[in-house]
């Protein structure tokens, strides 16, 4: 709910995601989810409906999905994370990309120097073969990251049930997409982001700060 340029950082993903055509949410809410409650309430201003799920147990993000588990009806859907803006040609890419080609699951990288914050992934042509949560620093062979947006089977929670926490206590997504490429075969497509294409992280400080200084940015948020 961090601001910026007159909206919530947490509106322009919720408006990129609108245009390219869906209609139904579950947002999951913990901290200050008062503000996102009471500024998105049931999703009717935006033609929307929006649902919500609170995680208490600060789980991961894998232990974040399997909240949404009961909400979700369609055998496939999107799942994005909650503080990366990305530039809207992207939501419009995956969505076609999944049309096009039916993939279970889809993934979306950007590129990094180090995605030792993020999850690194590996590759073989246009498909995932292993993707590894927060890997020690500069030791990645990888410069794709992950990106934060996903079309995903419902098959993804028969996989996180069977994960073990984290050394960090987390349910960890990245892990559970892993092991269903390596226990079940599953074929992971990727879609690369250009190397310059604008990805925003407003839960990184020094990020959030030059992006409320900065509005040249808000030009990749609209379709082409």
């Known amino acids: 709910m961090l601001p910026l340029h007159g909206k919530p950082s947490l509106e322009y993903i919720l408006n990129g995601l609108i ?20 500024h998105f309430k049931n999703g009717e201003k935006w033609g929307v409906n929006i649902q919500y799920v609170e995680q208490n147990n600060l789980n991961g993000t894998g232990g974040a ?13 999107v799942l994005t994370w909650g503080d990366n803006l990305l530039d809207y040609d992207i939501y419009a890419k995956i969505i076609n990309l999944f049309k096009k080609e039916v993939h279970n ?4 990288t950007n590129y990094s ?27 990645s062979k990888s410069n794709l990251n992950n990106a934060g947006l996903f079309i995903l089977s419902k098959e ?35 879609l690369r982001m250009e ?14 700060e030059r992006l ?9 948020l609209k379709f082409k």
């Not at 997504?173 to 990727?190: E, M």
């Not at 190397?195 to 959030?208: R, T």
């Open 19 to 38: 245009y390219v055509g869906i209609r139904d949410f579950t947002f999951v809410v913990g901290y200050q989810k008062e503000q996102i409650i009471g």
């Open 65 to 77: 999905l399997l909240l949404c588990e009961p909400l979700i009806k369609n055998t496939h859907f």
């Open 105 to 108: 699951f889809i993934l979306v």
């Open 113 to 139: 120097q180090d995605p030792h914050l993020g999850a690194a992934v590996y590759t073989e042509g246009d498909f995932c073969i292993d993707i590894i949560e927060k890997p020690p620093r500069c030791k």
């Open 156 to 190: 993804i929670f028969e996989s996180l049930k069977a994960l073990e926490p984290s050394e960090r206590g987390e349910i960890e997504l990245p892990q559970a997409i892993a092991n269903g490429i390596k226990y079940k075969n599953w074929k992971v497509r990727v």
């Open 195 to 208: 190397h310059d294409q604008f990805k925003g992280d407003v839960g990184n400080k020094s990020e959030y």
């Open 212 to 220: 409320k200084d900065d509005d040249s940015w808000l030009k990749f």
